[in-house]
């Protein structure tokens, strides 16, 4: 009779070396599930990265705008005799006085000013001062533009010197310095007022204001 084998099973051993073999195998399975990804860590930068404030931009006010600086206006001076032109246009009979229409015009390129009342003169053919006017005691300015017009009238009277020599015109003394003569009516008008005085007596002239 055989005598009894010294070997022992041990049953549990093999149980647990199956069970090692299937927990890797278990594992993969876990880590390779449909629709599951390999890493997480993307994912978690990728969230972290979008929850990150986006800067506002401040919206920018419009810049100040800087008002241009004037040019100063140039100043105007007086005009001088000869840019201006007087012209005696009519001549009217009044109660011993004889009343002239004259037209005075800026011929010069730039404004410039003029007195409201100038010493008119009734003047003949050469100049001669027929009846001289005083001078006015105060006058305001008007300023004419290039080309302006002004008018006035003009009246004399008591004129007993001689015949004068044609043509007859009216004169004006300009406070600023010069004189101005007016074209006369015609080459050939002797028009003077006529005398109520004694012969040789001084006559009366007068302007009205310069105006539009």
Sequence with gaps: MPAPSSRVRHPGRSALVSLALLVPALAACVGTAPGST????PTIAAATASASPTPTATAAGPSPTIPPTPSPLPSTGPCPAGQLAARLTLWEGAAG?????????????????????DRPQLVDGHGSVLIDGAPPAA???LTMAAGGVLKTLVQDGDYCGPAPVAPVAVAFVLPAGGRVVATPVSPTDATVPPCLSAPGAPGDIEMQAWAP
Excluded at 38 to 41: E, F, P, R, V
Aim: hydrophobic share 30%; aromatic share 0%.
């Design 139 to 141: 006058s305001a300015t």
């Design 97 to 117: 006085h004889r009343i002239g229409h004259v037209e005075l015009t800026n011929t010069g390129g730039t404004s410039c000013t003029v007195a409201a009342l």
């Design 38 to 41: 390999s890493s997480s860590s």
